[in-house]
Nanobody, 122 residues
Framework: QVQLVESGGGLVQPGGSLRLSCAVS????????MGWFRQAPGKEREFVAA????????YYGGSMKGRFTISRDNAKNTVYLQMNSLKPEDTAVYSC???????????????WGQGTQVTVSS
């Protein structure tokens, strides 16, 4: 079984930065592709970023490119999402997820964390 726990969310002013962490339990962490998704109230879940098991490949949703960076530390069983130049429209619950198949469709991700709230407001 794989369990994911996010942390690092909070309130930040527009233009600010946050780093989210996702701690993953299970000895097979290094086998999984990890992704971040977000969901704002009344909106569909949106793909944010994904990273391959080795960390050598990454992919970002359109509005996140150049502002967000996904990374992972397989020795610590942790995946990160560095978010810079945050905008009010980035306000959402951010969740990490694990999959064995590369993709942006949340239905492909088998394991999910509970999510962490990010609020961008002055």
């Amino acid at each position: 079984q794989v369990q994911l726990v996010e942390s690092g969310g909070g309130l930040v002013q527009p233009g600010g930065s946050l780093r989210l962490s996702c701690a993953v339990s299970g000895r097979t962490f290094g086998s999984y592709i990890m992704g971040w998704f977000r969901q704002a109230p009344g909106k569909e879940r949106e793909f944010v970023a994904a990273i391959s098991w080795s960390g050598s490949s990454t992919y970002y949703g359109g509005s996140m490119k150049g502002r967000f960076t996904i990374s992972r530390d397989n020795a610590k069983n942790t995946v990160y999402l560095q978010m810079n130049s945050l905008k009010p429209e980035d306000t959402a619950v951010y969740s990490c997820a694990a999959t064995l198949s590369w993709g942006v469709d949340p239905r492909n991700y088998a394991y999910w964390g509970q999510g962490t709230q990010v609020t961008v407001s002055s």
